[in-house]
């Protein structure tokens, strides 16, 4: 039964494919479902690109070795995607854009564009494989098959889709499995307090320290913050999103109600690490959740909730490549290969971009060897590199100027690769956090130059004077 229900809905999710395909005639279509998806559906699909399976079985996997603050990643991703579509989807829909390159190129000049193309492709690599490597995990643990086998079929169900059915797919596939992701915590958690009690019983249950706030340790708590502080969902995956409805307004609210959709997953999910932690001690914490499903929920339940979690996993795969394979075309390939590319061959090299950036995240995949959410922040810190000189084109009374913003990026970028690959990290922290602040700091001291900022004035502030 279990593996039957996991089957129907990949089955399920390449119907989908196949009718987005059906609705993609233009490369617009294809890269922004022509500016025409619902809001309830971007709402959905901009949630479920957050919730993969660091939301889920990462945050299950640190309920189990730690405890609680396993709790503190998820609340702080869903804090920072609220702060962050209240902040810029409106503004990116405004635009009229395809990638958030394309709009610092307006402010910053050509530089700066392909520097942040080149980045937000290499970033987006590690998650994607992490989302791979966790369903390739569960459907091995399902049927007894290989996990290098696993996870090639998982990537190949979530590459299929997005090559065949580009937005479209992407949107529908979303917003099911985000409602198949609520409909199995959910599930999961009403049983589990059946068997188990609430949060109290559990954690009476629990070994010394599952309760304490601080167990997460530094490294991981200082991840979190400094994707809090670059307000990392200022990022093509999630304002691809909001550019692929009609109105400004409805990207701003479409991401709001994404943002509070996140609270109750992290919660749920943290929860059933803390049943695995008392009924499976001392196996993989990775595997700790598919296993409590399997072994100790009843097939039905144990069936929906692993493809809720195979849901999460390609809800974050799915936009991820197809944001990336966007940002090669849009920002690469039109802009500097072929800027006179037809329509048909951009939509052409739309789909063949989708296909190799999903096989190269499938080669990580199955190499990778680290901790699910430490996997997927593996490359988060050069993500800072326009967060400075983008907050001071929208906000500051003084502005950069393009070299020195561009300059700004470059330094950030190269700062964040290298401290993403230092061991031990630098000052105990992890890059993500360090790097922001380096980029705020580098801004702050670039507005307070004479001669690398300007007063700005306003087309009012003009006409009144």
């Not at 609340?75 to 902040?87: A, D, Q």
């Not at 901790?371 to 050069?382: D, G, H, K």
């Amino acid at each position: 039964m279990t593996i039957t229900i996991v089957i129907i809905y990949l089955a399920v999710c390449m119907m989908f494919g196949f009718y987005g395909r059906a609705r993609t005639k233009t490369s617009e279509d294809y890269s922004l479902a022509g500016r025409k998806m619902p809001g309830w559906m971007a709402s959905l699909s901009i949630a479920a690109t957050l919730v993969g399976s660091g939301v889920t079985v990462g945050v299950a996997e640190l309920g189990y070795s730690v405890g609680i603050s396993g709790v503190l990643y998820p609340t702080m991703l869903g804090l920072c995607l609220l702060l962050s579509m209240w902040i810029a989807a409106a503004r990116f829909r405004k635009t009229e854009k395809y990638t958030i390159p394309e709009m610092l190129e307006d402010y910053y000049g050509p530089s700066a564009r392909l520097i942040v193309a080149i980045i937000t492709m290499i970033i987006f690599i590690p998650p994607t494989a992490a989302q791979f490597l966790v369903a390739g995990m569960i459907l091995s643990a399902l049927t007894g098959i290989s996990q290098g086998v696993t996870i090639t079929i998982a990537a190949f169900v979530i590459i299929a889709y997005v090559v065949m059915g580009g937005m479209w797919a992407i949107g529908f596939t979303d917003a099911f499995q985000m409602i198949f992701i609520y409909l199995g915590l959910i599930l999961m958690a009403i049983i589990s307090v059946i068997k188990f009690g609430g949060y109290g019983a559990l954690l009476a249950q629990l070994p010394p320290g599952h309760s304490s706030w601080s167990a997460i340790g530094p490294i991981r708590f200082t991840a979190y913050l400094g994707v809090l502080l670059m307000f990392g969902f200022i990022s093509q995956p999630w304002l691809q999103k909001s550019a692929s409805v009609e109105t400004p307004e409805t990207a701003k609210w479409s991401g709001i109600i994404a943002g509070l959709l996140i609270f109750p997953i992290g919660f749920l999910a943290v929860f059933a690490g803390l049943i695995a932690r008392i009924t499976l001690p001392g196996i993989n914490p990775a595997m700790a959740v598919p296993k409590l499903m399997l072994t100790v929920f009843p097939p039905v339940i144990g069936g929906i909730f692993l493809a809720a979690v195979i849901a999460a996993c390609m809800s974050c795969s799915d936009s991820w490549i197809h944001s990336s394979a966007t940002v090669f075309v849009r920002d690469i390939y039109q802009r500097h290969i072929n800027p006179g590319a037809s329509d048909q061959r951009v939509l052409g090299c739309s789909m063949i971009a989708s296909l190799l950036y999903g096989v190269l995240a499938l080669v990580l995949a199955l190499m990778a060897q680290q901790e699910i959410i430490m996997l997927v922040l593996l490359f988060i810190a050069p993500g800072a590199l326009f967060i400075g000189p983008l907050l001071v084109a929208w906000f500051s009374p003084r502005k950069l100027k393009k070299g020195i913003g561009s300059a700004i990026i470059l330094v950030v970028a190269i700062l964040g690769i290298l401290l993403s690959l230092k061991r031990p990290f630098l000052w105990g922290v992890h890059p993500a956090f360090s790097t922001t602040i380096i980029a705020y700091a580098l801004t702050g001291l670039g507005l307070l130059l004479p001669w690398s900022s300007y007063p700005f004035q306003s087309r009012r502030q003009i006409d009144d004077s």
